[in-house]
C-alpha cells in the first residue's frame, strides 16, 4: 500500500478533528477554527496574559507585602499544586509536585522537554493542539520554566507527523520576532531559548528518558530510573519533562486560578481532558470535556456507537490501558480515578469503543503485534515476551490453538509484568490479561470451534 492509499484509507474512516463544537466548557481548543492558529489569533483569545501576569508585565500592582511584581517562582508551583492537574501523557502524575522535584539551586543548565511524540494508538490529541493552538503550548512552557529556573527547552515532535512540526516552528518564530521568547523576555530578568525537534517516529521514544537519548541523537532505548530525569536527564543535567497537553493547560490555570481549574473537574483530577474518540463510533474527533463527566455523555458526543449497534467494551485511555466491558464502562466517568477503581487507566485519553460485532481474539492479535513491533529489544522479557504473546495468539486465531493456551497467554504476560527496564512491557501484558479476564469465553470458543464467537457484520 502507497502512502497517498493509506491517507485514503485513513480519511474514509471519517475521523475528525476537533472542530465539531461538541466539546463541554473547552479550554485547549476553545475558538478554534483550523486557521486561526497565529499570534495575533491567540492574543485575541487572552493568550500571552498568563505570561503577561507572572512576569509582572500586566499593569498589576506590587505585591502589598512582598512588594514582588509579578509571580515568584514558588507561587507559580503552589498555583499548579492547588489545580490538581495531572500529566495528560499517560501516569497522570501531578504537575505540580512534579515541578517541585526541580533542583532550582542547581548551578549549571537545566532542561525542559515537551512530550509530542504521541504514538500511543488511538491517540490524536496533541498534533491538534500543535497545529491549531500551537502558542498555548509555547506560553505553558515559558511559564513552567520560569517556575523552574530554566533557560533551555526543546519540543520533541513525532517523526511521522510534519505538518504539526512545521505549524509549530512557525509558530516559534512568531514568538521569537514579537519577544516572547529568547532573552529578556517582555523585558523582564527571564530569558528562555525554546527549540522544535523532529523525532524519528518510534513509539518507544514517547517513553521520557527513550525521548532524552533520541534528543541527545541516540538510539531512543529507555534508561533505568532511578536517576530520574529531575537529577539526571537530557545530556546528565536535571530535566523536566510534560506532555504537549499538560504544557498547554497551564496558561489557563495561571489567568483564572488554581481553585478555578480544581473546580473545572473532580477533586485529584482537576480541569478539563482532551479525548480521542475512535472505534465505532458516528463520529470519532478529539473531544475536550472537564474531568468526570460520565462516559455515556462522551459516547453520546462521538454519535453513539456506530450504525446503531450495541456497545461491547471500550479500552478507555489508549491501547495499553486494559479493555473494559460495556457494563463496567457506563459506570464510569472519565477522570483517572474513577477508571483506575473499574480496574483501567485514564492513560493518554484515547478512547476505543468496540461494538458487539468485534471479535476479542482478533482484537487482541492486532495490539499484541503492535507490542511485538515496538518493543526496542533491551530487556529480555519484553523482547521475549512480546513475541510469545503474538504468537500465541495468532495460533489461536488460525485455528491452531490448544486448551493450554489460555494458561500459557496468563503466565507469559505475568513473567512480563514489573520485570522490564519501562512501563512498554507492562503496556503489552495489560491488555492480555484484562482480555482474558473480561472475554475468556471466547477465546475458548475459538480454540475449540476454531472461528469467532460474534457474528461477522460488515462493519
Ligand atoms: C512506551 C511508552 C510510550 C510513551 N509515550 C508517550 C507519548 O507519546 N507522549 C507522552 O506525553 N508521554 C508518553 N509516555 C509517558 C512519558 O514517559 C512521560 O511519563 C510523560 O511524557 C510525562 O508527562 P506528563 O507528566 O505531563 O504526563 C510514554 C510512556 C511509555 C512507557
Ligand atoms: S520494556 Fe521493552 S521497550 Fe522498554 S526497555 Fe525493555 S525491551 Fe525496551
Known amino acids: 500500500m502507497n502512502a497517498e492509499q493509506i491517507l485514503s484509507q485513513f480519511s474514509a474512516t471519517g475521523v475528525q478533528t476537533c472542530f465539531h463544537g461538541r466539546h463541554i466548557e473547552p479550554q485547549i481548543y476553545a475558538g478554534l477554527n483550523g486557521r486561526n492558529w497565529s499570534l495575533k489569533d491567540y492574543e485575541a483569545r487572552g493568550g500571552y ?41 499517560g501516569a497522570g502524575f501531578p504537575t505540580g509536585l512534579k515541578w517541585s522535584f526541580m533542583p532550582r539551586q542547581f548551578p549549571g543548565q537545566k532542561y525542559l522537554v515537551c512530550n509530542s511524540d504521541e504514538g500511543e494508538p488511538g491517540t490524536c490529541k496533541d498534533r491538534d493542539i500543535l497545529l491549531y493552538n500551537p502558542h498555548i503550548v509555547i506560553e505553558g512552557m515559558a511559564i513552567a520554566a520560569f517556575a523552574m529556573g530554566i533557560s533551555v527547552g526543546y519540543n520533541y515532535i513525532h517523526g511521522e507527523i510534519f505538518e504539526a512540526y512545521e505549524r509549530f516552528e512557525a509558530a516559534l518564530e512568531e514568538a521569537r520576532a514579537a ?8 523585558g523582564s530578568h527571564f530569558s ?8 524519528f517516529g518510534a513509539y518507544i521514544c514517547g517513553e521520557e528518558t527513550a525521548l532524552l537519548e533520541s534528543l541527545e541523537g541516540k538510539k531512543g532505548q529507555p534508561r533505568f530510573k532511578p536517576p530520574f530525569p529531575a537529577s539526571f536527564g537530557l545530556y546528565g543535567k536535571p530535566t523536566t519533562i510534560n506532555n504537549t497537553e499538560t504544557f498547554a493547560a497551564v496558561p489557563w490555570i495561571i489567568r483564572n486560578g488554581g481553585q478555578a481549574y480544581l473546580e473545572c ?10 479525548f480521542s474518540v475512535s472505534g465505532d463510533v458516528e463520529m470519532p474527533g478529539n473531544y ?31 491501547s495499553s490501558s486494559p479493555v473494559l466491558p460495556a457494563s463496567i ?7 483517572y480515578d474513577s477508571i483506575a477503581k473499574a480496574g483501567s487507566m485514564l492513560g493518554s485519553g484515547a478512547v476505543i469503543v468496540m461494538d458487539d460485532s468485534r471479535c476479542m481474539v482478533e482484537s487482541l492479535k492486532r495490539l499484541s503485534y503492535f507490542y511485538m513491533h515496538e518493543s526496542c529489544g533491551q530487556c529480555t522479557p519484553c523482547r521475549e515476551g512480546t ?70 457484520a460488515n462493519v
Not at 519577544?179 to 517582555?186: E, K, P, S, V, W
Not at 473537574?265 to 482537576?270: F, L, S, W
Not at 500459557?408 to 512498554?424: F, P, W
Open 49 to 89: 496574559q498568563a505570561l503577561r501576569k507572572i512576569l509582572g508585565q500586566d499593569g498589576s500592582a506590587p505585591h502589598p507585602e512582598t512588594g514582588v511584581v509579578g509571580f515568584t517562582q514558588d507561587q507559580v508551583i503552589a498555583t499548579l499544586k492547588d489545580s490538581a492537574l495531572r500529566g495528560r501523557g
Open 329 to 335: 464502562m457506563m459506570n464510569c466517568t472519565m477522570d
Open 265 to 274: 473537574g473532580k477533586p485529584n483530577n482537576g480541569g478539563t481532558k482532551i
Open 192 to 199: 528562555f531559548q525554546l527549540h522544535a525537534f523532529h523525532g
Open 387 to 456: 513475541g510469545w504473546l503474538w504468537r500465541l495468539v495468532d495460533r489461536i486465531e488460525r485455528g491452531h490453538g490448544k486448551p493450554a493456551d489460555m494458561a500459557l497467554l496468563d503466565n507469559v504476560a505475568e513473567n512480563i509484568m514489573g520485570r522490564t527496564i519501562c512501563a512498554l512491557g507492562d503496556a503489552a501484558a495489560m491488555p492480555v490479561r484484562a482480555m482474558i479476564k473480561h472475554f475468556r469465553p471466547e477465546f475458548e470458543h475459538y480454540i475449540e470451534h476454531k472461528t469467532r464467537m460474534a457474528p461477522t
Open 288 to 318: 475536550e470535556i472537564p474531568m468526570g463527566t460520565p462516559f455515556s455523555k462522551l459516547l453520546e458526543l462521538a454519535g453513539g456507537v456506530r450504525k446503531g449497534r450495541q456497545l461491547k467494551a471500550v479500552i478507555p485511555g489508549g
Open 179 to 186: 519577544g516572547l521568547l529568547g532573552n529578556h523576555i517582555m
